[in-house]
């Protein structure tokens, strides 16, 4: 089962930054936060990801809690092309855990509005 | 220039019947997964292999039987197809990357094969 839980859906609008949450209350010491999108009709895409400190790549930036039992992925200037399911996924580095089993949930449905 | 790619795109068939699906990577990794995709859009790990050897397995009916012929190429193979078996499958691949903050696996996805059976 996984081991996060995501709103099922938000809007936002266009060139507004779209936030969205993720609870992680059970998360262990070694694992990492994984945020992937689904884009609809095409396979899942990998966006960021990190342990304990925020993280900011050219895609999104990733601010995670203190005691790391939350976190929030920030698309800072949403566009139309953003629509998609969010995906955040808690994992062990791929040594610990067979490779790199990713446990997907249902993940939140970002809708960005004109 | 498409890095991990699959066929077919779709694939209709009758119950009963045994088909296959093909996936490549060109992106030089060790690591290829499938997953399937349920009407309910449940993405569900179905089995990884790394550098040709089966490395998880989830419960998954054995009449479907992966193969790695090597390490760019990870098929799927459906014996006697059911009615639940219709989903989308994707293929994906990885490599581990070691940076001084600890390693992590950025896995790349295929566009995903959908299967239909009548």
């Known amino acids: 089962d996984a081991k996060t839980t995501q709103p099922p859906s938000m809007d936002c609008a266009e060139g507004r930054a779209a936030n969205l949450p993720c609870n992680h209350s059970?998360?262990?010491?070694?694992?990492?936060v994984y945020w992937y999108r689904q884009i609809h009709s095409q396979g899942p895409q990998y966006i960021i990801h990190g342990l304990k400190n925020n993280e900011t790549n050219e895609m999104a930036s990733l601010i995670i809690t203190e005691d790391r039992k939350s976190s929030t992925l920030i698309l800072p200037h949403a566009t139309l092309r953003d629509t998609a399911v969010y995906y955040c996924?808690?994992?062990?580095?791929?040594?610990?855990?067979?490779?790199?089993?990713?446990?997907f949930g249902q993940g939140t449905e970002l809708s960005v509005k004109p | 220039d498409t890095a991990v790619s699959q066929t077919p795109k779709y694939l209709v068939t009758q119950m009963g019947n045994d088909k296959s699906i093909k996936c490549e990577q060109n992106?030089?990794?060790?690591?290829m997964y499938w997953y399937k995709q349920d009407s309910k859009k449940f993405l569900k790990i179905m089995f990884s292999?790394?550098?040709?050897?089966?490395?998880i397995n989830e419960t998954v009916p054995n009449r479907f039987s992966p193969k790695s012929p090597d390490k760019a190429h990870l098929n799927l193979h459906i014996n006697s197809l059911e009615l639940g078996d219709s989903a989308v499958y994707f293929c994906?691949?990885?490599?581990?990357?070691?940076?001084?903050?600890?390693?992590?696996?950025?896995?790349?996805f295929g566009p995903g094969t959908r299967l239909t059976v009548l």
């Open positions: 996924i808690v994992s062990l580095p791929a040594f610990y855990n067979q490779g790199g089993k990713l446990i």
């Open positions: 992106l030089g990794h060790d690591t």
């Open positions: 292999y790394n550098n040709k050897e089966l490395i």
């Open positions: 059970t998360i262990s010491g070694n694992e990492y």
């Open positions: 994906a691949s990885s490599q581990e990357v070691s940076r001084t903050r600890g390693s992590y696996n950025e896995q790349f």
